[in-house]
């Protein structure tokens, strides 16, 4: 089993930045792909953001490139999102999710272990 717990949320102004952190417990987090998701008001949940298990490969839907950055801090069980410019449209509750595959398409059903999430309001 895997625990994901979020934290970092809020509200911030359009333009500003938030930084999410999701610490892991369980099984040796260095085993286990890492991905971001946000599930808006009436909408889907979506990816946003991935990373391998090393941290040395990452993957980012077309909406946050270029504003949001994915790391991973194993020796202390935590995966981040650093969030810039901030956008209305990123008003979403935001998850960490883990895959235990080898590789991973960051699809929904893909990720087996889900955090409860953590709201992210952006004003304009």
């Known amino acids: 089993q895997v625990q994901l717990v979020e934290s970092g949320g809020g509200l911030v102004q359009a333009g500003g930045s938030l930084r999410l952190s999701c610490a892991a417990s369980?099984?040796?987090?260095?085993?286990?792909?890492m991905g971001w998701f946000r599930q808006a008001p009436g909408k889907e949940r979506e990816f946003v953001a991935g990373?391998?298990?090393?941290?040395?490969?990452?993957s980012y839907a077309d909406s946050v490139k270029g504003r949001f950055t994915i790391s991973r801090d194993n020796a202390k069980n935590t995966v981040y999102l650093q969030m810039n410019s901030l956008k209305p449209e990123d008003t979403a509750v935001y998850y960490c999710a883990a895959d235990t595959a080898v590789t991973s398409y960051f699809r929904n059903y893909d990720m087996d272990y889900w955090g409860k999430g953590t709201l992210v309001t952006v004003s304009s």
């Open positions: 369980g099984r040796p987090f260095s085993t286990y792909i």
């Open positions: 990373i391998n298990r090393s941290g040395g490969s990452t």
